[in-house]
């Protein structure tokens, strides 16, 4: 309901703006993006199209009664007048307004149809910027401080821990289990090596179904790896689905 309903709306706002409405694990934030790019880009070019009506008419209309009238002096030809009637409306605020929101939604549309980010409108993020980023509190920056370089001293060593015993691990097949819960059908895999590009909140395509990646830890054993994931109600297409398919994993099924 949040992403057919009131996704496309919020999906108008800078992602700040978003985080603080809505919950992000709550709307596909994608196809939100698309279906709102989709109606701007739609509605920006209906608008036009009657605003192209409506001063061509108005301005054609007030340039052939005034030469009728004799006000502009001697002969003008209907093209003359339909060229400087489409100069005005081509160069007119409304026009440039117009196909700019056009333009824009378009650019929406297909970022969050095919590459699922989420922009929203430049006026709103160009006033975000200037009105509030000012005065947001920004995270500090540890990686100049001692114990930022710590911190990623410490990183670095347990990495080069990781990879040592990793690799001194046997090469043996996932541990996959499923069952169920309150929240559904919950996958849990257990494996000797890290599983790269598997981070929270990844969706990962196994047996026709797709799952969201909600827990990584590291334990003990001879597949230290563990990961839980959340069956999704219905198939999320995208180029960041990651699929998983192993050859030879030992299911456990307690559903």
């Known amino acids: 309901m949040w992403t057919y309903l009131l996704g496309p709306f919020f999906a108008l706002l800078p992602r700040w703006w978003r985080d603080l409405l809505v919950r992000p694990e709550d709307v596909h934030w994608g196809r939100a993006a698309a279906i709102s790019g989709f109606a701007e880009a739609g509605l920006a070019l209906y608008a036009l199209g009657r605003w192209y009506y409506y001063a061509m008419s108005t301005c054609v209309g007030n340039a052939v009664a005034a030469a009728l009238s004799g006000q502009n002096g001697g002969e003008i030809s209907p093209q003359a007048i339909g060229g400087v009637a489409l100069t005005i409306w081509v160069t007119h605020p409304v026009t440039l307004l117009l196909g700019y929101a056009g333009f824009e939604g378009a650019v929406r549309m297909c970022a969050g149809a095919f590459s699922g980010n989420a922009y929203g409108t430049l006026p709103l993020f ?9 005065f947001r509190r920004r995270k500090p920056l540890v990686t100049d401080s001692p114990r930022g370089v710590r911190g990623n001293i410490s990183s670095f060593a347990g990495a080069v821990r990781e990879t040592a015993a990793a690799g001194s691990l046997p090469g043996l ?3 996959i289990r499923i069952t169920k819960n309150t929240k ?26 797709y799952y969201c990646l909600e827990a990584d830890s590291r334990g003990s054993g001879l597949r230290p790896f563990c990961y839980q994931l959340r069956r999704l ?4 297409p995208g180029r960041k689905v990651l699929s998983y398919a192993p050859p030879d994993a030992m299911i456990q099924t307690d559903v």
């Open 126 to 134: 160009l006033a975000d910027k200037i009105l509030f980023s000012p």
């Open 173 to 175: 097949p996932d541990e």
């Open 233 to 236: 109600p219905a198939g999320v």
């Open 184 to 209: 559904g059908e919950i996958l849990e895999i257990s494996a000797c090596q890290r599983k790269q590009d598997w981070t929270p909140s990844s969706v990962v395509r196994y047996l026709n179904a």
